[in-house]
């Protein structure tokens, strides 16, 4: 990551840290530390029907996801929506959501939080959850840490099955 000045920050693509691969890559952008609070934001990379996150809601932030190629399901409140190439989702505070490729396509979504959330850490675990050197309890005791706090949504399992 670079600062310009006057606060700007530039994240080079190949400088970005990468979070797991196929079916899921995050690549990590900019933390909430490097926004001055503003924001945090991430790029997912999802192969044909890869699951992205489960359900879950954010207490103090807003969630966008951004569509730069293929289709994802999105869950948002209790609807499952398709999202394509160029749709834009925004979700408040407290409610539901979720996300996940379409079966049969990929996905490749930008996200952004906002106000920013240190978030990076959160990736990392759940990157050492599916290496099998985390466990499950280190990441449900992390939801108010991370403003992630997970929940069940009979509407996300019904469209996920």
Partial sequence: MTRMEPGAVVVRGSEAETIGDVPAAVRLLADSSSTGGALSTQRVTLAPGGNGATPHYHAGSTELFYMLS????????????EAGEGDLVVVPPRMAHAFAAKPGSTADLLIVITPGVERF????????LGKGEATLDELLESQERFDNHFLDSPEWTKARS
Avoid at 121 to 128: A, I, S, V
Wanted: aromatic residues 10%.
């Fill in 70 to 81: 293929g289709t994802a399901q999105i869950l948002s409140g209790e609807q499952v929506l």
């Fill in 121 to 128: 850490d959160y990736f990392r675990l759940l990157g050492r």
